[in-house]
């Protein structure tokens, strides 16, 4: 039997199983640096891990911030892509000319 995708599971489940991969409630509370039986309300609860957790939770389990908070870290293909830089203004485009001063001194005309 296969299991499922994490995108396809809720998660609650992904939490679960990141519990399960870093080896109970008690290893799970040592990697949130909380109590095991706030792990225990978490997991019982299917509650939401709290934002603070996330990220401690997928560097030790390998169990991805999108599938444990998907509202926090959505998976958008977009965010993926690399960006481009915008093109630069030719020589001659330039805003303020090398010949413009930029501010006057005080008590100068202004032309």
Request: aromatic content about 4%; overall charge negative.
């Amino acid at each position: 039997m296969e299991s499922e995708p994490f995108d396809l599971i809720p998660p609650h489940a992904a939490f679960a199983k990141a519990v399960e991969i870093a080896g109970g409630q008690t290893a799970m509370a040592r990697i949130c640096e909380c109590s095991q039986g706030n792990i225990w309300q978490h997991l019982n609860r299917r509650s939401l891990l709290p934002a603070h957790f996330v990220l401690k939770v997928e560097a030790a389990t390998g169990v991805s911030r999108h599938d444990l908070r998907p509202d926090i870290y959505p998976r958008d293909p977009a965010s993926s892509a690399v960006a481009t830089p915008a093109p630069c203004a030719a020589e001659g485009d330039a805003l303020i000319s090398s010949r413009q001063s930029v501010a006057t001194p005080l008590g100068t005309p202004v032309p």
